[in-house]
């Protein structure tokens, strides 16, 4: 209530343009306030806040500035290490060549002593035969003679001459050799 009565007093006091319209005096006071306020502003606070703005602007921009140099760095970075990897892979590869081709050269050089041994082996062999027969022959020759003087000796009855007779003996038995 008290407020409905407040409402009726001020309708009673000012007509509707009034309302509207303020008191010239408080209009100039008005204006001049806000002048002064934005005098105030427009020299302390503009410059301050576009120095503000300034300072935030070169920021960002050496902050962008800065991300592009470590990203150059970086791809240049991720360039070299490729490089370093491509370089360990050929050298690996290098590496795993000479290897093999060692390997290879190893088990050629093996089998060559190898093949030299046996042929050795097989050599010695040839020639310990060919001296073991020679001997074999030798001696079967000098126990053929001396049975088959044996057995003249006792057919014939009498004691021949041995040494004439094994000439004989071993000359027919080399010539029985020669012909077979």
Do not use: C, H
């Not at 001020?10 to 309302?19: F, I, K, P, R, T």
């Not at 503009?46 to 902050?63: C, G, L, S, Y």
């Not at 491509?86 to 690996?92: D, H, L, N, S, V």
């Not at 010695?124 to 001296?131: H, P, T, Y």
Request: aromatic share 6%; no cysteine.
């Amino acid at each position: 209530m008290l407020f409905a009565s407040l409402l009726l007093a001020a309708e009673d006091e000012a007509s509707g343009v009034d309302l509207l319209i303020p008191d010239l005096r408080e209009l100039a006071a008005g204006v001049v306030a806000f002048a002064i306020v934005f005098f105030f502003i427009w020299k302390y606070a503009v410059p301050a806040f576009n120095e503000m703005i300034e300072n935030r602007q070169k920021a960002i921009q050496a902050n962008l500035e800065a991300a592009e140099a470590e990203k150059e760095q970086a791809a240049s970075l991720k360039a070299d290490y490729e490089a370093s990897i491509a370089g360990a892979r050929a050298e690996a590869t290098k590496i795993v060549e000479e290897a093999r081709q060692a390997g290879e050269s190893a088990r050629a050089d093996i089998v060559a002593r190898a093949e030299s041994e046996a042929e050795d082996i097989k050599t010695r062999a040839g020639q310990e035969i060919s001296a073991e027969r020679e001997r074999a022959v030798g001696s079967m020759r000098r126990e053929v003679a001396g049975l088959s003087l044996d057995v003249a000796e006792k057919l014939v009855g009498r004691n021949l001459d041995r040494d004439g007779q094994q000439a004989l003996v071993e000359r027919f038995i080399d010539e029985l050799g020669n012909e077979g």
